[in-house]
């Protein structure tokens, strides 16, 4: 995944709460191996109709929605399952940014391992941006700040996880500095503990 | 450090294995579970071209594709899931229990079951429940597929040190609903993020009360009030349920840990980040009524009214929940019909949950049909020389093998879109249990009632008179 610092595309109001992992992509599709690409499975039972036909009022359906590169939804965005399939249909569809008052913990982590921000914004914020929305944003990383069309918020956004969506880092790389240490502490941990080891199958 | 400290705290500085300037800490992971989903990480550790990093850590259960109703997956994509979880686990070297071991079944179910989580252990998995392991005092959190990948090649994982909730449950669950009722209820309390960001102790007489398989219940629910991880100190009850088992340790190796882990607790002076508390006698049974589990109520109660939400967004959401679950306001619970029941799941599969159902259903035939599934093969095995399998087709529902089964419709077993399924599983959003499908959430007795009477029904009146 490549890093990013400054993002600016369209964003697209999704003014649902608890939008959970179930609803961002269905578990039916996740045997599909990644390089078959995700963006067609994103929030699919929403999008379509129980007939398969596509249903025109929703966000994502509409005109505007082409191209759009930033999601604004309400509250516990994510929540639910570890599905990084998640996070895949996100990114596959072109999203950058997700903004939310909340998120499900395993989901952020999940989104900054695949370069998706998310980007927590209060409530009132929330509210502001879906009522705007559609709207052409500014999204800084560095800076911490959303911007566009009138509007202006500041996010908070832990350092690590800057340092990933910014270098396109997942934390393997951030890992390998750290070898000797983890080794001495298995040494250790395995010494005073031998219970915790199983023999190899 | 020093101080007063919590179980929490000791657990994870006892996994810490080096804290960054961030604050950001590399934690040492004792027990790592994969299973078919987790085909993306090996992917992603074959594209680097690394090797697992102790394949002795590594324990493989193939639970959310296997086919449940005969041996024959329901598909080639399916049966594929299953064998790239075997290849990988042949290539890999990591123990496997595959869909025809005999201790195969779910996950969370298998591990403690096996004694393969232990106390003080640190517990990962690419699964939400995986909090389950927490009821063992092991801290135990679902994690994503990269991070899968990263605890695969290297037996560790950064992790942030979440804030420490102690949730006391007192007063004494009803014979009813048990373990499941205090989640239900404090999640509608809560809401499905009340517990974000934050590591959940239990404690209080009706959790030292429970049961270790309702502990697992209660620890399970954890991730659906947004807490990465639930946990439950060592006591007396857990090691005597612990010892034997076939991965724990025995002879000196066990009297060694098992003094170890009953020093696994919360100082009485300790001081957590937020604390709440909880009266089990509020636990009437619960169930779902919508599309997140915060959508919790009595069975008694009736259904809410978006007019009098309140805000707008809170009457949106009711609104399209009532909606989509084909509901009216202000309609009553016991109302409700149902289409279909289902048991299992990680979160209300085991023996006693199994026995439960069993005890509502005796002699009594159901009006809908539905499915049982236990939690893993050995409960099948326990469940059926109790006699139970025989009480569950006597009442007309089917008999199925272990697995994730209807719980996430993976392996094919899903209800049928605009169904309404009395479940016994954790997560009621749309769709979960197959496309369209419309889910209760409820203990494994509350299900059995709803089978009974063909709607959601108060358990207790069917319990009355019978030895439960
Ligand atoms: S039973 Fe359901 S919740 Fe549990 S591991 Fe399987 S799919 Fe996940």
Known sequence: ?201 | MNGPLTLFDRLWSAHEILRRDDGASLLWVDRHYVHEGSHHAFARLAARGMALAHPALTVGVADHYVPTRGREAADADIARMIRTLEDNATARGFRLFGQHDPRQGIVHVVGPEQGLTLPGMLVVCGDSHTATHGALGAYAFGIGATEVAHVLATQTIWQRKPRRMGLSVEGRTGPAGGANDIPLNSIARLGADGGRGHAIEYAGAAVRALSVEGRLTLCNLSIEGGARSGLIAPDETLLNWLRGRPFAPDGAAWDRAAAEWLTLASDRDAAFDREEGLDAAESAPGVTWGTSPEDALPITGTLPDPERAATASDAARIRAALDYMGLRAGQRLEDVAVDQIFIGSCTNARIEDLRSAAAVLSGRRARVPGLVSPGSALVKAQAEQEGLDRIFVAAGLEWAGSGCSMCVGMNGDIVPPGNRCASTTNRNFRGRQGPGSRTHLMSPAMAAAAAVTGRLADVRPLLSGRDV
């Open chain 1, 1 to 201: 995944m490549p890093g990013w610092t400054r993002h600016e595309g369209r964003a697209l109001p999704l003014p649902l709460e608890n939008v959970d992992t179930d609803q961002l992509i269905p578990a039916r599709f996740m045997s599909a191996p990644r390089s078959a690409g995700y963006g067609g499975f994103l929030l699919h039972d929403l999008r379509y109709d129980s007939e398969g036909a596509l249903r025109p009022d929703f966000p994502l359906n509409r005109p505007e929605a082409a191209g759009a590169s930033v999601l604004i939804a309400r509250r516990n965005f994510g929540g639910g399952s570890s599905r990084e399939a998640a996070v895949y249909a996100l990114v596959d569809a072109g999203f950058r940014a997700v903004i939310a008052p909340s998120f499900g913990d395993i989901f952020s982590s999940n989104a900054v391992n695949n370069g998706l921000l998310p980007a927590r914004l209060p409530a009132e914020a929330v509210e502001a941006l879906l009522e705007a929305a559609p709207l052409e944003l500014a999204v800084d990383l560095d800076a911490g700040t959303i911007t566009g069309e009138g509007q202006a918020h500041r996010f908070e956004l832990d350092p690590v996880w800057r340092l990933k969506l910014v270098n396109g880092w997942d934390d393997i790389d951030l890992t390998a500095a750290h070898d000797e240490a983890i080794s001495a502490f298995a040494t250790r941990r395995r010494a005073a503990r031998p219970w915790l080891w199983l023999a190899t199958p």
